[in-house]
């Protein structure tokens, strides 16, 4: 594809293969722990993308891999330590999903791509102790999931996506010692596991999940001195 793409330089189609391919060989040395080649990859990928797109601003495709590959070098940028790195790298990626979403609000893709990229960003600033910054966060993903949820109600992966969304918020609010907001999230959660519950009984990873559930809303009653509604855990 190199040498493809050096022949042509003006073919988007081969550049795009050779962006995706400098991704892909990222992505496989990030999963061998190899941070610094696979950093060296992605903005390989990078680079090719940000030329096209600077010819043609336009393209939403191309768009959407520029944030992608931001998105990429972020998490090993904060697994290398460097936090300050990950977050512009994410949050370049939030503003043009953000921006492409705007121009599109019924591509779920995209959305969820969104969705995504304000949750790591939630992580790395949770991991550098901003607990409100994650909350905040948190909740920028958390409202996209629930749109995506209420479009399409059979899609399981986004109602679960949105069990989890919840848990994970209140997480942060009970390390706020906002229990009165964990509670309600809590409580989001587990609708959200016993509808995917109710679905399939027979799926022992939702029936865990809702169990998990009702354990933190129990946890949340009881921090709250409800011991009596912590026993059922409803």
């Known amino acids: 594809m190199t040498k493809l793409a050096a022949q042509d330089p003006n073919n988007s189609d081969w550049q795009l293969q050779l962006s995706w391919g400098h991704n892909d060989v990222g992505t496989a040395l990030a999963n061998q722990g190899d941070l610094s080649g696979a950093l060296t990859e992605y903005r390989a990928a990078l680079q090719i993308l940000t030329?096209?797109?600077?010819?043609?601003?336009?393209?939403?495709?191309?768009?959407?891999?520029?944030?992608?590959?931001?998105?990429?070098?972020?998490?090993?940028?904060?697994?290398?330590?460097?936090?300050?790195?990950?977050?512009?790298?994410?949050?370049?990626?939030?503003?043009?999903?953000?921006?492409l979403v705007t121009k599109d609000s019924t591509n779920s893709?995209?959305?969820?791509?969104?969705?995504?990229?304000?949750?790591?960003i939630g992580v790395v600033l949770q991991i550098r102790g901003d607990l409100a910054g994650a909350a905040k966060e948190f909740n920028e993903e958390l409202a996209i999931r629930a749109q995506l949820a209420a479009k399409d109600p059979g899609n399981v992966?986004?109602?679960?996506?949105?069990?989890?969304?919840?848990?994970?918020?209140?997480?942060?609010?009970?390390?706020?010692?906002?229990?009165?907001?964990?509670?309600?999230?809590?409580?989001?959660?587990?609708?959200?596991?016993?509808?995917?519950?109710?679905?399939?009984?027979?799926?022992?990873?939702?029936q865990r999940e809702l169990s998990v559930s009702h354990g933190r809303v129990g946890d949340a009653l009881k921090d709250q001195g409800d011991l009596a509604g912590a026993k059922k855990g409803v």
Do not use: C, Y
């Open 157 to 206: 992966d986004w109602q679960h996506e949105l069990e989890v969304g919840h848990n994970r918020l209140g997480g942060i609010l009970e390390d706020q010692r906002d229990f009165s907001g964990a509670l309600d999230e809590f409580r989001a959660a587990l609708a959200a596991g016993e509808g995917l519950a109710n679905k399939d009984a027979s799926n022992l990873f939702w």
């Open 109 to 120: 893709g995209w959305q969820d791509d969104l969705a995504t990229t304000h949750l790591k």
């Open 51 to 99: 030329q096209r797109t600077a010819k043609d601003p336009s393209n939403a495709v191309w768009q959407r891999e520029v944030a992608i590959v931001h998105d990429n070098i972020g998490m090993p940028l904060s697994e290398q330590g460097d936090k300050d790195g990950a977050l512009r790298e994410l949050r370049a990626a939030v503003d043009i999903l953000a921006a």
